[in-house]
C-alpha cells in the first residue's frame, strides 16, 4: 500500500489527540471507554484505506503491521510483564531519598542489560512497595520512567530495540557502550542528582525528617524460577535471528519470528503455572495494564504504518522538509539528526526511527561506527532518550504508569507528564546536542 498525502497522519494524530485530551476534559467518560479509542480511529483509518484505495487493500492494511510489528511486539512486552510479575522482591521501608536515587541508578544498570521493558515491570512495583505511606509519590515514578524505563537501554544492544536493531544491521555489541558511556553515565548522574534533591525535599514536607521503618528483613526475593524464565527470554530474543521466510496469502512470515512468539508464549504459559498465586497476590497482579497497552499500542501500529512508508521515503518522500533540514547540502549534521530521531521516537516508535535513520544516513555499519561515528551516537543516544518525553514514546513507560496506578499512586494526564519530561529532560538533551556538535 502506497499513500502519497500527509493527511494519512490524521488517524494517528487522533489517537495522539484523545490520549492527551480526553482524560482532561472528560475523565468519566475516558475511564469508562478508554479501551474503544483506538478501535474508534483504526476504524476510521480502516474506512479511508477502502474508499480511498479500494476495498483489496483494507486487508493487507490491517494484517502487514499487525503480523510484521504489533504481534512480535506485544508477545514479548506480555511474557516479560506475565514472568516479572511472578518475582516478588520487596525492601523494608523507610530508607529515604537515598536509598531511592541508589535504586534508581542500579535499575538504570540493569535495564541496560536486561532491557527497559524487563527491568521496568520487574523493578517498578518493589520500588512503590518501598514508599508506601509517602504523600508525594509522582516525582517516583516520573523519574522511574525517565531513567529505568528509557535512559538505561543505552548501554548494550540488549536494552532497547533501536541499539539491537543496530546490532542486527553489524554494529558491533560493544560499540554502543564505548561510544555513549559519557554521555549515558552522565546523563543518569545527572539526573538521579535532579532526583535526589527532589526527592529529599518532598520527604522531608511528606514525613518529616525521620521516617519511622518497617519491620521486617531489608530484601526478600520470591519466585527465582521466573528469574530463570526472564534469561530464558533473553537466550530466545537474541538467538531467534535468522534468515528464511515463507509467504502465505501474500504475507511473508519469518521463520525465526514465528519461533520466537512460540517460544515467548510457551515461556509465559510457564510462568503462569508455576508460579503460586500468592506472589502474584503480594505483587497486585493483574492483566489490566498490559492489555491497556495492547488495546493502545493496536490502534498506533496500525495508524502509524503510512506515516513509517512516507519516512521511508527519505528527501523524496513526504516529509523530505525533514531530511533537508537535517543534511542541508546533503551532509548530515550529528546535532539536528539527534532531534530529528529523538522527536520521531517520541511519537512514533524508536526502533522503526532508528532503521529509517540508519539507512537514510548510509546503510553501511563499518562507515558509521567510523567516519560517521557521531553521526551514528546521535540518532542511537535520541531515540532510547527521548522515549521518555511521553507516554507512548516507549511501551514501559505506559507499563509503569498501569502499574503504578494499581498501587494507587496519582499519575499525570498525557500533557502533564510531558510537562515533567521538557522541564527535566529538554534542557538536558540541549547540552547533548552541543556535545555531539
Known amino acids: 500500500m502506497e499513500v502519497t498525502s500527509v493527511l494519512w497522519s490524521m488517524p494517528f494524530l487522533g489517537i495522539i489527540f484523545s490520549m492527551s485530551c480526553f482524560p482532561l476534559l472528560c475523565p468519566r467518560l475516558w475511564s469508562r471507554c478508554a479501551g474503544y479509542v483506538p478501535l474508534f480511529w483504526i476504524s476510521v483509518y480502516v474506512l479511508a484505506v477502502g474508499g480511498f484505495l479500494g476495498v483489496a487493500h483494507v486487508i493487507p492494511a490491517i494484517c502487514e503491521p499487525i503480523i510484521t510489528d504489533y504481534l512480535p511486539f506485544i508477545i514479548l512486552i506480555s511474557a516479560l510483564y506475565i514472568v516479572s510479575g511472578g518475582i516478588f522482591i520487596s525492601f523494608s521501608r523507610g530508607h529515604g531519598p537515598i536509598f531511592n536515587t541508589a535504586y534508581l541508578f542500579v535499575g538504570s544498570i540493569i535495564a541496560g542489560w536486561i532491557g527497559t521493558t524487563g527491568a521496568a515491570a520487574l523493578l517498578i512495583r518493589p520500588f512503590l512497595r518501598a514508599n508506601q505511606g509517602r504523600k508525594y509519590t509522582v516525582h517516583l515514578m516520573v523519574f522511574f520512567i525517565f531513567l529505568v524505563a528509557n535512559v538505561g537501554g543505552a548501554a548494550t544492544p540488549l536494552g532497547d530495540p533501536p541499539l539491537f536493531i543496530g546490532f542486527l544491521k553489524g554494529v558491533d555489541f560493544f560499540w554502543f557502550i564505548r561510544h555513549l558511556f559519557p554521555i549515558l553515565f552522565g546523563t543518569i548522574t545527572v539526573l538521579c542528582g535532579i532526583f535526589f534533591l527532589l526527592d529529599l525535599i518532598l520527604f522531608r514536607l511528606d514525613l518529616g525528617i525521620t521516617y519511622e521503618r518497617s519491620e521486617g528483613p531489608f530484601l526478600q526475593i520470591q519466585g527465582m524460577g521466573n528469574v530463570i524464565l526472564i534469561v ?161 514514546g516507549n511501551a514501559p513507560n505506559l507499563i509503569v504508569k498501569s502499574i503504578s496506578v494499581n498501587h494507587g499512586v496519582r499519575v499525570p494526564s498525557f500533557m502533564g507528564y510531558m510537562k515533567w519530561s521538557c522541564l527535566i529532560l529538554l534542557p538536558i538533551f540541549v547540552v547533548i546536542s552541543q556535545f555531539l556538535k
Open 232 to 392: 530464558m527470554i533473553l537466550l530466545v530474543v537474541i538467538f531467534c535471528n535468522f534468515d528464511g521466510a515463507f509467504i502465505l496469502y501474500g504475507e511473508r512470515f519469518s521463520y525465526a519470528s514465528i519461533l520466537r512468539n512460540t517460544l515467548l508464549a510457551i515461556i509465559s504459559l510457564v510462568s503462569l503455572k508455576i508460579t503460586p498465586t500468592e506472589i502474584r497476590r503480594k505483587n497486585d497482579f493483574s492483566f489490566a495494564p498490559i492489555r491497556e497497552i495492547a488495546e493502545l499500542f493496536a490502534g498506533i501500529f496500525i495508524t502509524v504504518a503510512p506515516i513509517i512508508d512516507m519516512l521511508h521515503r527519505g528527501p523524496n518522500g513526504e516529509f523530505g522538509w525533514i531530511f533537508e533540514w537535517i543534511a542541508p547540502g546533503g551532509e548530515f549534521l550529528a546535532s539536528r539528526c539527534f532531534w530529528a530521531s529523538g522527536i520521531l521516537s517520541a511519537i512514533l516508535d524508536n526502533a522503526p526511527t532508528f532503521l529509517i535513520f540508519f539507512h537514510l544516513t548510509s546503510g553501511d555499519p563499518h562507515v558509521l561506527m567510523t567516519l560517521k561515528s557521531n553521526i551514528l551516537m546521535a540518532f542511537s543516544i535520541s531515540t532510547v532518550f527521548m522515549g521518555a518525553l511521553t507516554y507512548i
